[in-house]
């Protein structure tokens, strides 16, 4: 394991330009499950349920996307970054973070101090909610506010419109500019390194593939198999905390 820390370490040192693209599994350690380890979300809730058609057109398929949301935000809401999330800050802090591109919904990243411009959330984010009619933005915990008083499926106040965590559920379209930024930073970086996702869900688990095609050196750090491996030049089979805490520290000795 040493020597995959330190060769990692090298080609972050050595590379022009460094892509990281994370899932669930760099969260987990700060106390949000992610969705396929067993006891993830996906074996309390069925994905059938939260589809975005269901969502808009009946009432209790928003009801009951609203109660997971709940149980989703209360897990995300207090939690604090973990070392795996404070390393790729500290990458951005070093010079050598050219994005972070992030399936996950929960903020941690900028709890951890990456800056807003260095961070593609592919699959928005869950820190407020979007009216689906006029797109004003809602302060999220006011709209947990109106469900702990007993509202099932708040809508907007302005104009009625449907309230919806600013997420991207299965079926609902990708944020374009977000999607094109990844693709083309994925396509030109020379180091793309994956952390804690399982790369089953696309367009995004295409990012690892369009990386390589771009010649770039492919790194998976996550304690499963993905469907990437076969292409990868590393991987590790670990904990995201750890093994990114021991990277960086690699990484500022040989600055
Ligand atoms: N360290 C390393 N790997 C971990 C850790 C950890 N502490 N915890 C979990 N993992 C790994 C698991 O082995 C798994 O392969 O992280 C991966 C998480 O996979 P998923 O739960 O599928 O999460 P993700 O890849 O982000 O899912 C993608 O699916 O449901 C949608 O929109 C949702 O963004 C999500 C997308």
Redesign the pocket.
């Known amino acids: 394991m040493e020597d995959k820390i330190q060769q990692i370490a090298e080609w972050i040192v050595n590379a022009k330009r460094v892509v990281v693209f994370?899932?669930?599994?760099?969260?987990?350690?700060s106390g949000i499950?992610?969705?396929?380890?067993p006891g993830?979300?996906?074996d309390k809730y069925d994905?059938e349920d939260f589809y975005f058609q269901n969502f808009i057109s009946r009432e209790t398929a928003r009801e009951k996307y609203w109660q997971m949301a709940t149980e989703m935000y209360a897990s995300m809401r207090d939690a604090q970054p973990?070392a795996?999330h404070f390393a790729i800050a500290e990458l951005e802090r070093l010079g050598k973070l050219d994005c972070l591109i992030t399936?996950?919904?929960d903020g941690l990243h900028f709890k951890a101090g990456n800056s807003a411009d260095k961070v593609l959330e592919?699959?928005g984010t869950a820190m407020h909610v979007a009216c689906l009619s006029c797109g004003k933005r809602h302060d999220r915990d006011s709209v947990q506010a109106r469900i702990a008083q007993g509202e099932k499926a708040p809508r907007c106040e302005d104009c009625g419109g449907l309230l919806k965590p600013a997420?991207?559920?299965?079926g609902q379209s990708m944020p374009e500019q977000e999607t094109a930024e990844a693709s083309m930073r994925s396509e030109t970086c020379d180091l793309f390194i994956v952390?804690?996702?399982?790369?089953?869900?696309h367009p995004?688990?295409y990012m690892p593939v369009i990386a390589k095609r771009g010649g770039a050196k492919l790194v998976i750090?996550?304690?499963?198999?993905?469907p990437c491996d076969t292409m990868a030049d590393m991987i590790v089979k670990?904990?995201?905390?750890p093994?990114m805490a021991a990277i960086l520290e690699k990484v500022k000795d040989r600055q």
């Open positions: 994370v899932g669930a599994g760099l969260s987990t350690e499950p992610d969705f396929r380890s993830g979300l996906w994905p973990n795996g399936q996950n919904i592919l699959h997420t991207i559920s299965f952390i804690g996702s399982s790369l089953v869900v995004a688990a750090i996550n304690r499963d198999e993905t670990g904990q995201a905390g093994t």
